[in-house]
Nanobody, 124 residues
Framework: QVQLVESGGGLVQAGGSLRLSCAAS????????RGWFRQAPGKEREFVAA????????YYAESVKGRFTISRDNAKNTVSLQLNSLKPEDTAVYYC?????????????????WGQGTQVTVSS
């Protein structure tokens, strides 16, 4: 059974940092694009960041560029998202995902596998 499991979410004050991790099991994702999306209450799921299968290319939403950093460890089958300078508007459930193509990496339908999500809450 293929699973993606996120961890590292929590409550943090504005300006603080969190590090999210996503552990994969059931298959290797070393040749998959890995991404992070988020969904705030009452809003659609939105793209946050993605990383190519070797880690050589990273992509970010404009709203998080310069504050968030995506990385991956293919040996451990994990992907991480470092969240710095957090703002209240970053509050959302964060989901990790895996896709076998980097075409349209910003589109959620591109991704074949999803985690269950982890809550990030930023207080002002």
């Amino acid at each position: 059974q293929v699973q993606l499991v996120e961890s590292g979410g929590g409550l943090v004050q504005a300006g603080g940092s969190l590090r999210l991790s996503c552990a994969a099991s059931g298959r290797t994702f070393s040749n998959y694009v890995r991404g992070w999306f988020r969904q705030a209450p009452g809003k659609e799921r939105e793209f946050v960041a993605a990383i190519s299968w070797r880690g050589g290319r990273t992509y970010y939403a404009e709203s998080v560029k310069g504050r968030f950093t995506i990385s991956r460890d293919n040996a451990k089958n994990t992907v991480s998202l470092q969240l710095n300078s957090l703002k209240p508007e970053d509050t959302a459930v964060y989901y990790c995902a895996a896709a076998n193509s980097d075409y349209n990496y910003e589109v959620s339908q591109t991704y074949n596998y999803w985690g269950q999500g982890t809550q990030v809450t930023v207080s002002s």
